[in-house]
């Protein structure tokens, strides 16, 4: 045996030959851009550019440990030249991914003047990640003021301070 390729330990169980547990990157509930999206975050706006197909923002609230048990309410103002529905993406088990969660559509008006946005997230469970799709193609939005609300309207997240 090389020692240099050895591993030593005083414990009685083989060390793993395996990577270890994958690390979570990021804060918990940090906001990021999906596949065929830019986000430039500045104060109080998030400004997306879409390139293609399919684009939006997720969050992970897995991390949050003051999170309360739903239902939410997910708030925000849009201004954005897509006319059509948009969705809301929703886990509230930690191992399922998105999109394999519940999804609640709402109408996008497609205007230069600001559109508020408000969907009801009906589960009595907490939250595990959120993803909202604005879009279905290319073009660009703005989102002011994005928060997750408690059933009694309190914000429990803001992503757009």
């Not at 169980?13 to 990577?19: D, I, L, Q, V």
């Not at 998030?46 to 684009?55: A, D, K, V, W």
């Not at 991914?97 to 709402?106: A, M, N, Q, R, T």
Request: charged letters at 30%; a positive charge; aromatic letters at 6%.
């Amino acid at each position: 045996m090389d020692r240099e390729w050895t591993k030593y330990s005083d414990s009685s169980e083989p060390p793993s030959a395996g990577p270890g547990k994958k690390k979570r990157r990021g804060a918990a509930s940090k906001i990021r851009a999906r596949k065929n999206t830019q986000m430039i975050q500045n104060p109080g706006v998030l400004e997306l550019t879409f390139t293609g197909e399919n684009p939006g923002i997720a969050m992970d609230l897995r991390g949050e440990t003051e999170l309360t048990k739903g239902p939410y309410k997910v708030v925000f103002e849009l201004t954005g030249s897509w006319k059509g529905s948009g969705e809301i993406f929703y886990t509230t088990n930690a191992q399922s991914i998105l999109p394999k969660g519940e999804v609640v559509k709402f109408e996008i008006t497609g205007s230069d003047e600001e559109q508020k946005i408000c969907v009801d997230l009906k589960t009595e469970k907490v939250l595990n990640q959120i993803r909202i799709d604005v879009a279905d193609g290319a073009g660009s939005a703005m989102i002011k003021n994005l928060r997750l609300l408690s059933r009694d309207g309190g914000v429990l997240k803001d992503w757009t301070p």
